[in-house]
């Protein structure tokens, strides 16, 4: 009985989500951000770097000619000068987005190592030695500069979609989670005006089915808005499974969040600035996704962590299917958490304001 | 019983309980008035017998039912309609009864046939938010009675209708009692309330302050008063004279005595009036 009630409630409130338009704007979103990832936004964008240059050798060749070239504006990075192996270190780490470059030798260059972060294009990195060998070969005169690389963190994104296609992990999260954050609100706070909450507390209806039906109700939206973006993005050749699966349980997670949050309201204007704010701080991890050395404990302890990147692998697979598994495990949890929570948060705030 | 109060207490957290320690019985197949000016406790009371509020203080059974302790089964005995139509108006009438009977572990009445009791049938298509208030009103009633209810409470139910859907109420409320349901009455309308109910209690500031049929409540503190017509000098006259006073009496004696009375009627107070003299104040 409990699950008939749940399909019915679910069947209700997929219906006012038609009727109030949702739907539509979903939908309508879903077009634009369609049209953003193919049309608007590159394959690839050029960032000015920044180099770490450590040169180790006494003449310092290669540290007066990146002076140089700064000072003649012929640079197209930012070069920052260090002297010691902390130092280069410390620099390195400083951002996600720095290159380093140790010039090993004595009185000239002998080797040159270009030092990755990991998340680096292959196509940006041959470029990039090309340049060097191009540049500072001919300080060597006769004798052949040796070239190394090596990575900080190896494996973080060896094969990078083009730029647009890898906005759309953020695109999905978007609209399927934070949008639904704003239409799960509307939808609670308009059965709360209508005050047919109230009407449904004096049938055998428990609460338990009635956050899961809106939750699910919203699950469902969310996979028409990413099932678009990605049909018409990447099409077809994808690990369909895996993203709706993401998708779905985290628009479940982030719409049971909402609700125990909105419940705390009496009208949708009141609960305005609490579910901007929630939006922002559910929203930070986003940074961590175009800063992968961004990843205080504090942000992957929200629930919005683990589906951004479960779904990067579910678009751009690397093959560390844990990412995928460990993420997917991570929202369930957070589910078998958050739904007694909000059912609690429901029953306590319900009863008391007699809603 | 299916209801029984004892010594309920309500606190909103206020100087004054919102209910102050009211106990009541309501029997099978009564209907039992609860009347009172806005503000007197009625709506919480009504709130704490539907489950909507807890039971802070006292003890409340329902339908047999510790409501301390009664689960989610309960509300298949029982129906409930609300002073405000709390419908979903994006749904149509027929959606909207259909959704509810769904909710119910028991069987349900037909939503058609609710609809065409209540005279919804050729609105049974629309959308709630095209209803007007007598429509939307109704159509809460139908919900009410979607489950069969052996307990119907009915908070302000011809609250902002028209006479005439004012009475199909009345005549809606006496054939459910007929057929066995028990109602419990909320309201501040005491000609509803004379009209309907078996028993009434007057509730102010939170406590009974009166609980009887409607008529011993009349004869009890209401006044005797009879209305005579008769004729003095070939002009129609007429007098109101309470039985209550011993002058006045007399001068019926003597009116019936000279043969000139034309109409007598006896005059009983009104509900409203007996409420007033009890509470010291009026119901609106």
Known sequence: MMVHRFLTLTAKDLRLIVRGHMLTVVVAVALIYVGLVNFVVPEDVIVKPTVVLWDQTTVQSVRRLFEAAVDGGAADAEIILVDTEAAFEEAMAVHGNRLGLRVEGGETPERVVVTYQGHENPEVRRLLEASLRQQLGPLRGEAPLTFATETLQPGTAPERPPFNLSLLPILIFTEAGMIGLLLAAALFYSEKTEGTLRAYRVTPGGLTEYLLAKSVAMGLLGLVSTTIVTLFTVGLDVNWPAILGVVFLSAVVVTLVTLVAANMFQTISQFLFTGVLLNLVLALPTVSYFLPGFAPVWLRWLPTYPMIFALREAYFPTGAEAVLTGAVGQILLTLVVVLPLAVLAFRRRLIARDV | ?284
């Not at chain 2, 509300?75 to 149509?92: D, H, K, M, Q």
């Not at chain 2, 065409?116 to 049974?124: M, S, T």
């Not at chain 2, 199909?168 to 501040?188: A, C």
């Not at chain 2, 039985?243 to 009104?270: F, K, M, N, Y």
């Open chain 2, 1 to 284: 019983m299916v209801i029984k109060v004892e010594e309920l207490y309500y606190s909103y957290g206020g100087e004054r309980n919102a209910v102050d320690g009211i106990s009541f019985e309501v029997e099978k197949g009564e209907i039992f008035g609860f009347l009172g000016p806005n503000g007197a406790g009625k709506s919480t009371t009504q709130n704490v017998l539907t489950g909507l509020l807890p039971v802070q203080k006292g003890r409340v059974e329902v339908a047999g039912r510790d409501m301390r302790r009664a689960g989610h089964d309960l509300y298949n005995l029982i129906g409930v309609s609300f002073e405000n139509p709390n419908i979903y108006l994006r749904l149509t009438g027929l959606e909207n009864l259909q959704f509810f009977a769904s909710l119910y572990d028991r069987e349900t009445a037909d939503p058609m046939s609710l609809l065409r009791k209540v005279g919804l049938e050729e609105a049974a298509h629309q959308r709630v938010a095209a209803y007007s208030k007598g429509m939307r009103q109704k159509l809460v009633l139908a919900r009410s009675l979607v489950n069969r209810p052996e307990i119907w409470f009915l908070d302000e139910p011809t609250a902002g209708l028209d006479p005439t859907t004012t009475q199909w109420v009345i005549d809606l409320v006496r054939e459910k009692r007929d057929e066995g349901t028990t109602v419990f009455l909320t309201t501040h309308n005491m000609h509803v309330a004379d009209a309907l109910c078996d028993r009434v209690a007057f509730l102010n500031e939170g406590r009974i302050v009166a609980m009887d049929t409607p008529r011993n409540l009349k004869l009890r503190y209401g006044e005797k008063l009879v209305t005579v017509e008769h004729r003095r000098d070939g002009r129609l006259e007429r007098e109101v004279l309470s039985l209550s006073d011993e002058r006045e009496r007399e001068r019926l004696a003597e009116l019936v005595r000279l043969g000139r009375l034309e109409t007598i009627h006896s005059e009983e107070a009104t509900l409203e009036e007996v409420f007033i003299k009890v509470t010291g104040r009026a119901l609106q």
